[in-house]
DNA sequence: ATGAAAGCGCTAACAT
DNA sequence: ATGTTAGCGCTTTCAT
């Protein structure tokens, strides 16, 4: 039942090569020269006379012929792809569903294919074992490496990064680290945030996010000092990234009139959006009672109602870091660190100064 | 020149092997076996003696050592990686930015994990031939392809279907095509926002949404199917999917009082989120004044306020349903495309009924 | 149970 | 300008 389809064009293979070219060899006698002509005639190398070249280039073209990747690979020792791992270490469920994540990896395609580099993505649960990270940088299979957040593998990436140059990684800076990461003032942040609250008048603060990852902690580190240096109380509700069952948490923070919270710090947009949702429900008014700033920036930042006051994170600029900082490692060069600064969008959800 | 590569890191951390195991033959020397019982004993077969299997084995731990995937995937003709291509056709930025694709993409990449498979991510502008799409089926380094929605290139994907096999694609199924598609049924969904919105009281339509692909065009044909069926007129409001500067249509559309609108059917959870916010502007009740309902179901649906009526695309199914069939194909078997059924999902931008 | 040997399909150094 | 040759590092008969 599986051949069974021959409709349309000639025979039942429609208009195939009678003679099909899959090799170089292959080719090369088809158009009476050898291997390695061919193989310069398509690779466009200058030493090849002009008009074989393009004769060549011109059967390839007809008979669908490319290169074998692998066998070029090999034989280079370049593999012109990178290797993109997104370790999901304290998530329970085992997806990539970060909104903040995939914006990132939708800009680390785009700067990589202007790098001239394919991505291979690996999306990986630590064991751990370093063995996630290592099945990746001991492959063969990549020119190097890009983490997507640090999770709770700071360890392992830091010790694979001893072994393994060619590796960036999204995520926080700890000073004296050898691994090269990219990422946001985090604690800047959160600081902006809370004081953007604080000049427009908030008397108490929340600041809503788990802070099991290091860069929310950071986050809420730099909306405590805010708010303490001017003297203005912040309760921590440890509100889930994401996910349907956050609200009731947030709920029940919003709803308890002893809190009488009037200006809210979220660790990410989503969470922000969860909060000005169970605002709305209480019919409580956004900015008027209660002021919310969000973070990352994300694009349906400008899409809320109110439309979202936000700490914006430079996810494409972060990307295109990313990608420059690997391919100077991977041609043997070096690379710092460095830490993007986040700035304040002010739209619809803070009062106006 | 060539080799100078002295064991590349160690330079500055002493703790490295004093010798760098790289090669199955490097192993085989230290192990004092043959580079072919060091393969089989990586590999875990049987016909290798079980103590000389787990003392090879140990040192390749020792020595971090992993068998060079190219040359694996060069002898055995098998690279363990599938393709996903996205398609830029008739995208103004060149960049991957829709949340859908985005989303499925991180289902596809869960899905694959689950089967083995390595991913490799293609984004790529279409440039009128279909070499952007033959680029990566024709180029030996994936054992199939998944194509991440048809954009304006389904003659080119049905016309390269016909040599290449390993191919899935999510889109539309138009009756008789060839290549493998799973999607949803776009225009049914369309029809089952529609008749929500006039169940419940709705007397006046508007579609919102660019009928540039073919999805939303479908979505439309639905809609204006229900209201035609219904005696209920149906204008459409083509706003852009996403980017900010789609409010100003959606503005004037709304805030004219002679399109008396009061119910809204969105080409897209985005566009809907878009829509609730110029109403909250307006300061028209959702949904007493006018009802909305939106398509995706993205995570972010049940986030908005108040929280989005919409029709469901179930895309975790989607990805797993496209990867099997792959895998099916891969395998040398067949596979049929797949239409998925939507469905509606209420929650609080529609009236009850 | 293991070793020897023959490639997988390509590229590049070395001839000419 | 082109052909010849020697591998890249692995897997897998075929022998033993």
Redesign the interface.
């Known amino acids: 039942?599986?051949e069974k389809?021959n409709r349309?064009a000639s025979g039942e293979d429609?208009q195939?090569d009678p003679v099909h070219v899959r090799t170089l060899a292959d080719l090369a006698r088809l158009a009476g020269v050898s291997a390695g002509t061919v193989s310069r005639a398509l690779a466009g190398k200058e030493l090849v006379n002009t008009e074989t070249r393009e004769r060549i280039q011109a059967m390839a073209r007809e008979h669908?012929?490319?290169?074998?990747?692998?066998?070029s690979?090999?034989r280079t020792r370049r593999?012109g792809?990178i290797g993109v791992v997104i370790p999901l270490g304290h998530e329970k469920r085992?997806?990539?569903?970060d909104?903040f994540f995939?914006?990132l990896?939708?800009?680390l395609?785009?700067a990589m294919?202007e790098s001239g580099y394919?991505?291979?993505?690996?999306?990986?649960i630590p064991d751990g074992t370093s063995d996630w990270l290592?099945?990746i940088t001991?492959?063969?299979?990549v020119d190097g490496v890009l983490v997507i957040g640090q999770s709770d593998q700071w360890e392992v990436i830091e010790q694979v990064s001893?072994?393994?140059?060619p590796m960036v990684v999204w995520g926080h800076h700890r000073a004296g680290q050898h691994h090269v990461t990219v990422g946001t003032d985090n604690e800047l942040g959160g600081r902006l945030a809370a004081e953007r609250l604080i000049a427009s008048g908030a008397k108490k603060l929340a600041f809503m996010g788990v802070t099991q990852g290091i860069e929310i902690e950071m986050r809420h580190r730099g909306a405590r000092a805010a708010a303490e240096a001017a003297g203005v109380p912040l309760v921590h509700i440890p509100a889930r990234l994401?996910g349907?069952e956050m609200d009731p948490l947030i709920q029940a923070a919003l709803s308890e009139p002893l809190y009488e919270i009037d200006g809210i710090v979220a660790a990410s947009d989503?969470i922000a959006?969860?909060a000005?949702?169970c605002?709305?429900?209480l019919n409580r008014a956004v900015p008027r009672e209660i002021q919310i700033v969000g973070f990352d920036d994300l694009?349906?930042a400008?899409?809320?109602?109110?439309?979202l006051s936000t700490i914006r994170q430079e996810i494409a600029l972060g990307a295109k870091l990313m990608v420059d900082k690997l391919t100077a490692l991977i041609g043997g060069g070096s690379a710092q660190s460095e830490i993007t600064t986040p700035v304040l969008i002010e739209r619809a959800t803070t009062r106006t100064l």
Chains 1, 2 share one sequence.
């Open positions: 039942m599986i389809d349309g429609g195939e669908g012929f490319r290169p074998n990747q692998m066998a690979k090999l593999t792809v085992q997806q990539i569903s909104p995939l914006t990896l939708g800009h395609a785009d294919t394919d991505l291979m993505l690996s999306r990986t290592e099945r001991g492959s063969g299979m001893r072994s393994y140059r994401a349907e989503l959006m969860s000005l949702r605002l709305h429900g694009p349906l400008a899409h809320t109602s109110p439309p």
